[in-house]
């Protein structure tokens, strides 16, 4: 078990090397565009040559590299061209603006899909587990920005119920998060529902469950007892994963609604070229992908007891 | 070689069967067949846009006009009413799935050209080819799939062909993991062993013995990665991020109508059940595909 979750972690900080490597590479293996991006379109280039010389630039290029992991490590990703504020200032208050948004997404639709999924599991074919595929077809069909404009013109322009941006200018107010999180859990919430649909569905044709039932054992208990706790292991990995489905759907949403969130951040940075703040939103949405897929890949065979034991029997 | 040459005439017309059988196949499932006709639909939309009697989906007329309002000198109707800048909506919609089909399509093919050469690599020849195309394609999917694509498109440019190349970085990857995982399934049946007991090459046996055996799982698969391509192709134009204006984009169309408000709800709904009914039809078809597969 110790050595399955050290080679994963391995692996993961194998990728993040590269993908670091790689992004150093694309933004800052030419140094003059660098200097033009910072010190601006009208600089001439013996003021682009100084400042090169001045920052460190003309020394190699893996030496600079190193020396940019170094920072990074230390959270120092350099200095934001656009917002002229350091990287990591910028950084960390966004990072929570859009953990508020993804906690309350997955507060919503891990039980609303766990439930639906279940409950159309256990019997398969039944009226809810057709309305359920029908629901999360429908539902995995209509891109966030879609349906972003679906429930702004309903909610929004009809009913005026809600306003329709998010930018919390005047304060919190949790009446500007409800069509973000909305949007997000649409979108979401069918795709781990079938899932735990299909989970739940395989584990009751199971030859335990067939035993549990034979035996006399009242319905609830065959359930709760003895089918759940398989048929939530396969679930939980696709949950873990989503995270990553989540990172882009908060883009969009952040864009639509003008939500200060991490996402927006990331794309303002690459629409304005403004190269450290992309370089350290993208790292730090390859470290949340790569992160939560080691978690489910660890989590998964904690929990599953048939890998857990091949393994340490192995 | 002569026997080469004798199995591939043979084999030409039973093929063009399989293909028109398969249309027949549909008839088993009413979610295929649903997810079929709205494809139809827009596939007919999209070929005879030419020869509709639309307006010219680019030229200003007059603005933010409700749905099935006649224009001022009473000559024309907007069924579908016009956008900010006084273009009809129903022609841009139009011209639009033109354009997203055309371009998804591409995307789409391009994805999976490189993403079948990588998994029918990776999964016959294994070994060390296996580790290193294993790796790259890792390597790609640890990024979010909106900020690779954000990445790359900002970093080269939002041109009709950097779309195409950002989609197959994308795509590719995953599609690699499905035509290896086939592979590493197939090479072990006995017609690929006889193949190569005939001294046939790898390539041979890769193309003609392993590729056309894997194409069930991976028609499913296209199918989806077409209602995929399609959404990432909207969405970039949402962004500012997709193939070039003037030329109407679904996603472009819901951008550019946002900040408007309740005058233009109109143009942002619409554009919105477009491309939501596209995705849905690419979304039904490859369900029954795969209920069809299923029931074989």
């Known amino acids: 078990m110790l050595k399955l979750a050290l080679r994963r972690f391995g692996a993961m900080v194998l990728i993040m090397a590269v993908v670091s490597f790689l992004l150093f590479l694309i933004f800052e293996s030419d140094k003059l565009a660098v200097a033009g991006k910072v010190l601006g379109p009208y600089s001439s280039i013996e003021q682009r040559e100084l400042w090169l010389e001045k920052e460190g630039y003309n020394r190699p290029f893996l030496v600079r590299y190193g020396e940019w992991v170094a920072d990074a490590l230390r959270g120092d990703f350099g200095q934001s061209i656009r917002f002229k504020a350091p990287v990591s200032d910028l950084l960390w208050p966004r990072l929570a603006n859009t953990a508020i948004l993804a906690g309350l997404v997955f507060a919503l639709m891990i039980p609303l899909s766990l439930t639906l999924g279940v409950l159309a599991g256990m019997r398969e074919g039944s009226l809810l587990d057709r309305l359920l595929s029908f629901l999360s077809i429908g539902t995995t069909s209509i891109p966030e920005f879609a349906s972003a404009a679906f429930l702004v013109a309903l909610f929004v322009f009809e009913l005026r119920w809600l306003p329709g941006t998010s930018s919390m200018t005047g304060g919190f107010d949790w009446r500007q998060l409800v069509l973000p999180v909305a949007v997000l859990v649409l979108y979401d919430f069918g795709y781990v529902a079938r899932m735990t649909r299909a989970s739940m569905a395989e584990v009751m044709t199971s030859p335990y469950i067939r035993t549990a039932v034979l035996k006399g054992l ?21 949950i873990v994963l989503q995270l990553n489905w989540l990172l882009s759907g908060v883009i969009v949403v952040e864009v639509f609604f003008a939500y200060k969130g991490f996402g927006a951040l990331l794309y303002e940075a690459a629409m304005f070229g403004d190269i450290y703040l992309i370089e350290a939103c993208t790292m730090v949405a390859v470290f949340v992908a790569v992160f939560s897929q080691f978690l489910s890949d660890v989590g998964y065979t904690l929990l599953n007891p048939r890998i857990r034991f091949a393994r340490e029997g192995g | 070689m002569a026997v080469r040459g004798r199995r591939d005439r043979s084999e030409a017309l039973p093929l063009l069967a399989a293909a028109l059988r398969s249309l027949g196949v549909l008839r088993e499932s009413p979610v295929a067949m649903a997810g079929a006709a709205i494809l139809l639909f827009w596939l007919a939309m999209a070929v005879l846009a030419p020869l509709l009697p639309l307006a010219d989906p680019n030229l200003p007329l007059e603005p933010l006009r409700p749905p099935l309002s006649v224009s001022a000198d009473g000559t024309a109707t907007f069924w579908l009413g016009t956008d900010i800048k006084g273009r009809d909506v129903l022609s841009r919609l139009i011209w639009g799935a033109r354009r997203v089909l055309v371009w998804a399509g591409l995307a789409t093919l391009a994805a999976y050209l490189v993403g079948i050469a990588m998994g029918l690599v990776a999964g016959y020849r294994g070994g060390w080819w296996d580790e290193i195309l294993s790796f790259v394609a890792n390597l790609l999917l640890s990024f979010p799939v909106m900020v690779l694509y954000i990445v790359v498109i900002t970093r080269i440019g939002a041109s009709p062909l950097n779309i195409v190349l950002a989609v197959t970085f994308a795509s590719a990857p995953a599609i690699m993991r499905i035509v290896r995982g086939l592979v590493l399934d197939l090479r072990t049946r006995d017609y690929v062993l006889a193949a190569r007991a005939r001294g046939e090459g790898a390539l041979w046996i890769m193309l003609v013995e392993l590729l056309p055996n894997a194409r069930g799982p991976l028609l499913v698969d296209a199918c989806l990665r077409m209602g995929y391509t399609t959404i990432a192709l909207a969405t970039l134009g949402f962004l500012g991020l997709g193939l070039p204006p003037p030329d109407p984009d679904w996603g472009a169309m819901i951008a550019e109508t946002q900040p408007m408000g309740a ?9 919105a059940l477009a491309v939501s009914s596209l995705v849905l039809g690419f979304n039904l078809l490859a369900d029954g595909l795969r209920e069809i597969s299923l029931r074989d």
């Open chain 2, 263 to 271: 005058f233009a709800g109109h143009a942002m709904v619409f554009p």
């Open chain 1, 218 to 238: 009242p319905r609830h208990r065959v359930i709760l007892g003895h089918a759940l706790r398989n048929a939530l292991i396969a679930p939980f990995t696709v």
